[in-house]
């Protein structure tokens, strides 16, 4: 029974692991895709125009979509599962794990606020671009939304909270993946971290110099 529930287990970590990898290289597209937006506003008008409402890209969208559940899903089962396995250790006065980020001991947390933003950010842009056109209606212009929603110094403020939760879960997340799959020996664990830090700040960064940018000028 424990061996099928250890295996249970560490088949859910896989499965958070490969779509957290996954959803990573997405993360790294988007966020050069909306830097473009700053370097050629004519280019990202035609990368919307690109993945509209086309079946290639109605097929990436419901495999993002499902890789999101499934990860997020999974994450809420797991982080169950082990608050039940710690029984009454839960409520005992320990010392704080040296050894344990922030970002690890609050990953749940952290979640939330990135799921959450996720759900703010289909609602200002998807619903209005893909969904619209999805339904026979006229797009809205990605500049347009971006330069709108930008300008407003709450949703800005909003945003960047959003990518610094971001951060924080891609920066431990990353790290993650790599011991998922058995790449966290002594010798490359300090450096899986900080390839990790890296690669969230690229990500986070690309996001957040949109952001700013637009917010500044409009």
Partial sequence: MNKKKSLSSVTKKLIMAITGGLLVFFLLFHGAMNVVSIIS????EMICEFLGANWYALVATVILAFMVVLHFVYAFVLSYQNWRARGKQRYAVVG???DVSWAAKNMLVIGVIVLCGI???????WYDMQWAEIQGKTPASGMEKIRSIFSESYYSIIYLIWLAALWF??????????????WNNNVWQRRIDIIGRILAALIVLMFVSVVVYYWLIY
């Fill in 119 to 125: 759900v703010l950010h289909l609602m200002n842009f």
């Fill in 41 to 44: 506003p004519d280019g990202y």
């Fill in 96 to 98: 704080r794990q040296n």
């Fill in 169 to 182: 879960h891609l920066s431990h997340g990353i790290s993650s993946v790599m011991q998922s799959i058995g």
